[in-house]
Nanobody, 123 residues
Framework: QVQLVESGGGLVRAGGSLRLSCAASGRTLSTYAMGWFRQAPGKERELVAAMSWNGISQYYADSVKGRFSISKDNAKNTVYLQMNSLKPEDTAVYYC????????????????WGQGTQVTVSS
């Protein structure tokens, strides 16, 4: 079992930056593919960024491309989502997810999920 705990969310003004962290316990993430999802009120959950186990393959939603960056620190067993140039439309609850398969995963069939962290971007 893997437990994931997100942190780093909060209130930020448009144009600002936040770095979300997803700390894992129970198993090492070194061989896991990872993803960050978000869900805004009244909207479906969407994948915003994903990476293969070694970070060579990455995916970004068009809406965040060039502004968000996903990374993993195996020594800290933590995954990050660096979010720059934030916009009000980035407001959502952000979730990290881990997949036991090492390949990039674009669907929602991840094995483990965190509880989410709120990001609010004011205009």
């Amino acid at each position: 079992q893997v437990q994931l705990v997100e942190s780093g969310g909060g209130l930020v003004r448009a144009g600002g930056s936040l770095r979300l962290s997803c700390a894992a316990s129970g198993r090492t993430l070194s061989t896991y593919a990872m993803g960050w999802f978000r869900q805004a009120p009244g909207k479906e959950r969407e994948l915003v960024a994903a990476m293969s186990w070694n970070g060579i393959s990455q995916y970004y939603a068009d809406s965040v491309k060039g502004r968000f960056s996903i990374s993993k620190d195996n020594a800290k067993n933590t995954v990050y989502l660096q979010m720059n140039s934030l916009k009000p439309e980035d407001t959502a609850v952000y979730y990290c997810a881990a997949e036991r398969s090492p390949a990039l995963r674009l669907g929602e069939t991840y094995d483990y999920w965190g509880q989410g962290t709120q990001v609010t971007v004011s205009s």
